[in-house]
């Protein structure tokens, strides 16, 4: 299966492997002289031509199933770093390659009758078939056995009569299911539907067209893969889907139930065809599709624990998929075949080389397909975004994968990301992380937040001089909003004994210091607490004496919506009746009425990560079957009762947010449609943003860590409730800071590990972006290192002459 490439990777691995310049085999590395592979697609060809190439003794058979001028899909991307592994492992076939390329760099977004192009992305192409070709007389000519129209014997059988055996035998592998149980492979299919076509004419674009019919969203992906011959005139109407105009690969997507609302699950699939051709006319030119051999489908994500068994080894789709709008198998599979043959090349036996490859590639493919997964996720979802100016649903669309980012389409295109700034409304020369946010009557210069951050390091509940520093530092570094930890409304919701509190008249004087500190030191930055109870997590040691884990002594008892310990070993928590609700309800008060006295600006309920209000919400931590449990609307009960007390003592004027966990990560816990109205729920009654983590809500978790991997559940939240969010988790550079809220993904962004490593991370943020302006103020003491230091010179002199002899 062939898909698109929408951008190159930026920073991406460079696929260059100079051991492969020299085809003179290491007397040290693996040496298969019997090889047996499995499909003849591109990364089983090129696997072969490399073998061979390397050592021209070996024997190399390949099976393929269908004939020589069978192909499946039309266009073939490869990206600049793949071509450079090409490059310098065979340069033969990186000239034929070269010579029938398209190349173009803009991408063309259709929005409800408005296009946006964006350019300098650097794309090149050619036909499948084409590329076929070019391997077919590469092998032939290395004298590598082709065998077409055959199946491939069992693998096992391969196995046992050749040194090496290489299943590159696609999504549907037979080697795969043969050996399931030691590859344990993963297959997930997705809710769109799509097809793979072609139209007789080249696009000057890579384009993506919008179209929202009366069934639902359809989506067309289109590039050129032939331009028009030389001699083509513009009368000469074309014959078919290559030829003399050129020719395009074109890809219509929906979600499954627009495809089955439009009728194409009951027609034939060349009446679909016929019927996207018109619905895409005017993208199309009025030209028709062609198809080879096409049908709808789903696409299928395929992940494997392993890729290699005894002297078996999975390459490319075999081994893994990553979704068409992002990477195409091709690439990913011709990039499989250099790493392979290196390895065999690098290492003394096939168990070490099939070891190296797999380490190599996996971390590698791993990046490719959580970027494939956002994409593939927001096309699924495109519905959600089609209310955004146009200007923002092209950049969003661009940066979906969140591989390309603000700074780098700047790289590329300068004028599209200025027209998008503009359009978000940053003045000139002002970043998006820059421009004002107010939330009720509050008015942050900038949109980022340091993350609430435990310490454990308070005694008897009361914040010292360890948080005024460490609260003080970030104020002066910058940050619109500083948050403290989370501060426990009594000495029994304490996670540990080094937490904070606000459950006397001393904490709260202790807490005043640092507010005023902020405000007086720190003019423009505001100070949020954070009120929760620790529930079914508390009374357990600190961080780094063992996360989670009971004291040793002196432990406490524990109060939850149910009797369910937080893990083996846990204490477990006695199920709250309803007067000890009501008795938490009145400490939360208290707390929060302490707040406002010490000078808190904003105010949030920490509803997530497994404490006691979070307790309630989840399914898999509240078992009760009073009113309290149950439904969601029963979950949502006590936190809402306690966020209404909250908000009845906390200033009108003064806003309040709500952190919750969107997912649970776990079977049967809370999901992102729960997370939705949750929010919904809590915006009802009053609150000004929701804060959105994920998970730490129950032990048997399993979460999917990544770059900035809790900011899909904020970007739902906040295009399906209107509701402002917070986005937190693995943001990591100011680049993603920009990237997500000129995508309009997130309103402000919270981060909390790069302001543990650099306390004046926003006010480095500006300088490195050179901004000056009112949505950051360096403290007058610190001015003077508002500029980069200068290193020493590493740049030698330029020759000045060119002296003959």
């Given at each position: 299966m062939e898909g698109t490439v929408t951008v190159p990777t930026p920073g991406a691995r460079a696929t260059a492997r100079p051991a492969l310049t020299n085809p003179?085999?290491?007397?040290?590395?693996?040496?298969?002289?019997?090889?047996?592979?499995?499909?003849?697609?591109?990364?089983?060809?090129?696997?072969?031509?490399?073998?061979?190439?390397?050592?021209?003794?070996?024997?190399?058979?390949?099976?393929?199933?269908?004939?020589?001028?069978?192909?499946?899909?039309?266009?073939?991307?490869?990206?600049?770093?793949?071509?450079?592994?090409?490059?310098?492992?065979?340069?033969?076939v990186h000239a034929a390659l070269q010579h029938h390329f398209v190349r173009w760099d803009d991408i063309d977004i259709v929005h409800r009758a408005t296009r946006h192009t964006s350019g300098g992305h650097g794309f090149a192409a050619l036909g499948r078939r084409r590329l076929l070709e070019i391997l077919h007389h590469r092998c032939r000519a290395l004298g590598v056995e082709l065998r077409f129209a055959s199946e491939a014997p069992h693998p096992a059988r391969l196995a046992a009569s050749h040194d090496l055996v290489v299943a590159a035998d696609g999504v549907h592998s037979t080697t795969r299911d043969a050996y399931a149980q030691v590859f344990r492979p993963h297959v997930a299919t997705h809710r769109c539907r799509y097809i793979w076509l072609a139209t007789d004419f080249a696009f000057d674009a890579f384009r993506f067209d919008i179209a929202e019919t009366e069934h639902g969203v359809m989506q067309l992906h289109a590039y050129p893969y032939a331009r028009p011959s030389p001699d083509h005139h513009p009368s000469t109407r074309p014959s078919g889907p290559q030829n003399q105009s050129g020719a395009s690969t074109v890809i219509v997507e929906m979600r499954e139930e627009v495809w089955r609302a439009a009728g194409f699950d009951d027609i034939d699939p060349q009446q679909s065809i016929e019927s996207c051709a018109k619905i895409f006319a005017e993208a199309l030119r009025g030209r028709p599709l062609h198809s080879n051999k096409s049908t709808w489908t789903t696409f299928r994500t395929v992940v494997n624990e392993r890729w290699s068994h005894e002297n078996v080894v999975l390459l490319g789709d075999a081994?893994?998929?990553?979704?068409?709008?992002?990477?195409?198998?091709?690439?990913?599979?011709?990039?499989?075949?250099?790493?392979?043959?290196?390895?065999?090349?690098?290492?003394?036996?096939?168990?070490?080389?099939?070891?190296?490859?797999?380490?190599?590639?996996?971390?590698?493919?791993?990046?490719?397909?959580?970027?494939?997964?956002?994409?593939?996720?927001?096309?699924?979802?495109?519905?959600?975004?089609?209310?955004?100016?146009?200007?923002?649903?092209?950049?969003?669309?661009?940066?979906?994968?969140?591989?390309?980012?603000?700074?780098?389409?700047?790289?590329?295109?300068?004028?599209?990301?200025?027209?998008?700034?503009?359009?978000?409304?940053?003045?000139?020369?002002?970043?998006?992380?820059?421009?004002?946010?107010?939330?009720?009557?509050?008015?942050?210069?900038?949109?980022?937040?340091?993350?609430?951050?435990?310490?454990?390091?308070?005694?008897?509940?009361?914040?010292?001089d360890f948080h005024l520093v460490h609260l003080g530092a970030r104020a002066l570094g910058g940050a619109?909003?500083?948050?403290?930890?989370?501060?426990?409304?009594?000495?029994?919701?304490?996670?540990?004994?080094?937490?904070?509190?606000?459950?006397?008249?001393?904490?709260?004087?202790?807490?005043?210091?640092?507010?005023?500190?902020?405000?007086?030191?720190?003019?423009?930055?505001?100070?949020?607490?954070?009120?929760?109870?620790?529930?079914?997590?508390?009374?357990?040691?600190?961080?780094?004496?063992?996360?989670?884990?009971?004291?040793?002594?002196?432990?406490?008892?524990?109060?939850?919506?149910?009797?369910?310990?937080?893990?083996?070993?846990?204490?477990?928590?006695?199920?709250?009746?309803?007067?000890?609700?009501?008795?938490?309800?009145?400490?939360?008060?208290?707390?929060?009425?302490?707040?406002?006295?010490?000078?808190?600006?904003?105010?949030?309920?920490?509803?997530?990560?497994?404490?006691?209000?979070?307790?309630?919400?989840?399914?898999?931590?509240n078992r009760r079957t009073d009113a309290y449990g149950g439904s969601l609307q029963k979950r949502l009960r006590f936190p809402l009762e306690v966020f209404d007390a909250v908000r009845g003592v906390w200033p009108q004027e003064r806003p309040m947010t709500v952190r919750i966990s969107a997912t649970d990560w776990a079977e049967g816990g809370t999901g992102a449609e729960d997370a939705v109205e949750i929010a919904r729920a809590f915006a009802a009654h009053g609150a000004d943003a929701i804060d959105v983590s994920t998970g730490q809500v129950v032990a048997e978790e399993h979460p999917e860590f990544g770059r900035s991997y809790q900011t899909p559940y904020a970007d739902r939240i906040r295009h399906s409730t209107g509701i402002p969010v917070i986005a937190v988790g693995a943001i990591s550079s100011w680049d993603d800071v920009n990237s997500l809220l000129l995508a309009g993904r997130a309103d402000l962004c919270a981060l909390a590990r790069p302001h543990l490593y650099d306390p004046n991370w926003t006010l480095h943020a500006a300088a490195e972006q050179s901004y000056e302006g009112p949505g950051v103020v360096w403290p007058v003491p610190y001015r003077a290192g508002s500029r980069r230091p200068r290193t020493g010179r590493t740049d030698a002199p330029k020759p000045r002459l060119t002296l003959g002899t």
């Open positions: 003179q085999p290491s007397p040290l590395t693996s040496h298969p002289l019997k090889v047996a592979i499995i499909g003849g697609g591109p990364g089983g060809l090129y696997a072969a031509a490399l073998l061979k190439r390397l050592d021209p003794a070996r024997e190399i058979t390949v099976w393929e199933r269908n004939a020589p001028d069978d192909t499946f899909g039309f266009g073939v991307v490869l990206s600049d770093e793949t071509l450079g592994g090409i490059e310098h492992a065979d340069p033969e081994a893994h998929t990553a979704h068409f709008s992002i990477g195409s198998g091709t690439k990913l599979a011709v990039e499989d075949a250099l790493a392979l043959a290196a390895c065999l090349q690098e290492h003394p036996g096939i168990p070490s080389a099939l070891s190296a490859y797999e380490e190599e590639r996996k971390p590698v493919v791993a990046s490719t397909q959580r970027a494939a997964r956002a994409s593939l996720e927001w096309f699924e979802n495109i519905a959600r975004y089609l209310g955004q100016p146009p200007r923002q649903f092209a950049f969003n669309l661009l940066t979906r994968s969140r591989r390309v980012t603000h700074d780098n389409l700047r790289l590329r295109d300068a004028g599209f990301t200025e027209s998008v700034e503009r359009a978000f409304g940053c003045p000139p020369g002002t970043p998006p992380m820059f421009t004002p946010f107010r939330l009720r009557g509050l008015t942050l210069r900038n949109r980022v937040v340091v993350s609430p951050m435990d310490m454990y390091s308070a005694v008897d509940g009361l914040p010292g619109g909003l500083v948050m403290t930890e989370m501060v426990c409304i009594s000495p029994e919701g304490r996670l540990t004994p080094g937490c904070t509190g606000l459950y006397n008249g001393k904490q709260a004087e202790a807490w005043r210091r640092i507010t005023d500190f902020v405000h007086t030191r720190a003019p423009g930055t505001a100070i949020g607490v954070q009120l929760g109870h620790s529930g079914r997590k508390g009374s357990t040691r600190l961080m780094w004496e063992g996360i989670d884990e009971p004291l040793p002594d002196g432990n406490w008892p524990l109060v939850a919506a149910s009797a369910i310990p937080y893990k083996p070993g846990s204490q477990t928590p006695r199920e709250l009746s309803r007067a000890r609700l009501t008795d938490l309800r009145e400490q939360f008060t208290a707390a929060a009425w302490r707040a406002a006295r010490a000078g808190f600006d904003l105010l949030e309920l920490h509803c997530a990560h497994g404490y006691l209000l979070s307790g309630f919400l989840s399914p898999l931590t």
